[in-house]
Structures are given as C-alpha cells and as structure tokens.
C-alpha cells in the first residue's frame, strides 16, 4: 500500500502564495510521475501540474506562469507553488501518484482544501 500525505492548503486572499505538500510513503517502488488535480466547487476534476521522475512538467492552462511544481525524489515528495492566486483557484486539490509496474498503479490523496477571496 502507498499512502499520501497532503499538506499546505488553506484560506489565502487572491493574489496571495500558498504551497501544497504530498508526501508518498508505504511500498514505493518507482514512482513515474506525481501530480496536483484539482476539484473547483460544482466542477469535474481537472489537472493542476504533473512531474516526472526526470523532471518533465505539464501544467494546465490557466496556471502556467503562477504555479510551479517540483519535487524532491530522495524524499518521494511533490510539492506546488501556487503564487498570485485567484478566486477561480479555489478548490479541492489532489495529489496523485503514478507508479510503474504490472501494472501500473496510481495513488490519490485525501485532498486539501484551498480557499481563495477576493
């Protein structure tokens, strides 16, 4: 089992910073990727930021340029910068993780609830 372990969310004025935390534990193997999704009020999921284990990112659209997402191999821990945030930030967000194997497994945290006012 691998468990995830999300931390950083919050209530924060628009065009304010927060950073998200996720740290993977358990019976990890080889992780490919980890990642942030988000839930908006009334909405579907959708991707935030993902990174690969060689460090190759993909952000969604409408965060490029605000949000940066890293992640620290040694310690199996992703983390998103979110800075100049806006109302429409506002959400429940998800880490997830991508594991190789056969199969391929993916993990999603519990989630964490960020607030944006305006």
């Known amino acids: 089992q691998v468990q995830l372990v999300e931390s950083g969310g919050g209530l924060v004025q628009a065009g304010g910073s927060l950073r998200l935390s996720c740290a993977a534990s358990g019976s990890i193997f080889s992780i490919f990727r980890m990642g942030w999704y988000r839930r908006p009020p009334g909405k579907q999921r959708e991707l935030v930021a993902v990174i690969t284990s060689g460090g190759s990112t993909n952000y969604a659209d409408s965060v490029k340029g605000r949000f940066t997402i890293s992640r620290d191999n040694a310690k199996n821990t992703v983390y998103l910068q979110m800075n100049s945030l806006k109302p429409e930030d506002t959400g429940d967000y998800y880490c997830?993780?991508?594991?190789?194997?056969?199969?391929?497994?993916?993990?999603w945290g519990q989630g964490t609830q960020v607030t944006v006012s305006s």
């Open positions: 997830e993780v991508l594991m190789t194997g056969l199969p391929w497994r993916e993990y």
